[in-house]
């Protein structure tokens, strides 16, 4: 009976373990909870800390935009989010980068129109001098 017993936590132990997030994917799931904060609040300063210098932002439309047109149409109210919520989130760490898939769906009120959306997005993070920043996100079209 103890050993049925101690086989049972020892296999408990070591799935729970491995299932475990690193500090790092931690750091990048809460660098992307930052993200989505700073997109619901157009709050310029959380966009500006969670972005690297470099990014390069695609939307599902084909359209790009670097950092600073990014961060100038949240805080305009010109891409309005009024809900988001993130699923089936993944994170994996090659190196200093980190690749996040997930998917993403919001009510919009861009422009003052509303509207809705359903993604599937990519989002690169990169670890620079210890905080990770988005440099690359592409996104496209779930229906």
């Known amino acids: 009976m103890k050993k049925s017993l101690y086989v049972i936590l020892t296999f408990l132990v070591l799935s729970v373990g491995t299932q475990a997030q690193s500090k790092d994917e931690k ?5 992307v909870a930052n993200l989505r904060k700073g997109m619901l ?4 300063n959380i966009l500006d800390q969670v ?6 932002y695609g939307h599902s439309n084909g359209l790009l935009e ?6 100038k149409v949240l805080v305009s109210g010109e891409n309005d989010f009024v ?17 996040v898939r997930h998917n993403f769906t919001a009510q919009t009120n861009n422009g003052g129109t509303p ?29």
């Open 27 to 31: 750091a990048v799931a809460e660098a």
């Open 41 to 44: 609040a157009g709050d310029k």
């Open 51 to 56: 972005t690297s210098a470099d990014l390069s």
């Open 66 to 71: 670097d950092k600073a047109t990014f961060i």
């Open 83 to 99: 809900t988001m919520d993130v699923t089936d989130q993944t994170i994996k760490l090659v190196g200093n980068t980190a690749i």
């Open 115 to 143: 509207g809705s959306t359903k993604l599937a997005v990519l989002l690169i993070w990169q670890k620079q001098q210890g905080k990770w920043k988005l440099i690359a996100r592409q996104a496209t079209k779930l229906t």
